[in-house]
């Protein structure tokens, strides 16, 4: 089963940019997503970008469009997410997941096979 370590986390302040990574371990078989969620203190975990292998189709939460962006790097190996014009709101702890797909992604956190053990996300005001 592969295995994902988050890095890159930290605080910033509102406005301020952070890069998450995210290493895979092992290698998944055929063709697999990988997403980025995020979860704040009494709130649902929620989906904020995903992206398939295959052709590397992106989608993103309305609340990060335009500001987030997410990738596929080293041969696959390395899940990114460029955050950039920060706000409080953004302020969660953040975890990789993955899970093989033929096809398209789930957005629904129980679809996911695959967690890391989350980085913490500050911005302040």
């Known amino acids: 089963q592969a295995q994902l370590v988050e890095s890159g986390g930290g605080s910033v302040q509102a406005g301020g940019s952070l890069r998450l990574a995210c290493a895979r371990s092992r290698v998944f078989r055929g063709t697999y997503c990988m997403a980025w969620f995020r979860q704040a203190p009494g709130t649902k975990r929620e989906m904020v970008a995903r992206i398939w292998s295959g052709d590397n189709m992106t989608s993103y939460a309305d609340s990060v469009k335009g500001r987030f962006t997410i990738a596929l790097y080293n041969n696959n190996n390395t899940l990114e997410l460029q955050m950039e014009n920060l706000k409080p709101e953004d302020t969660a702890m953040y975890y990789c997941?993955?899970?093989?797909?033929?096809?398209?992604?789930?957005?629904?956190?129980?679809?996911?096979?695959?967690w890391g053990q989350g980085t913490q996300v500050t911005v302040s005001s």
């Open positions: 997941a993955a899970v093989p797909s033929p096809t398209i992604c789930p957005d629904s956190q129980y679809q996911y096979t695959t």
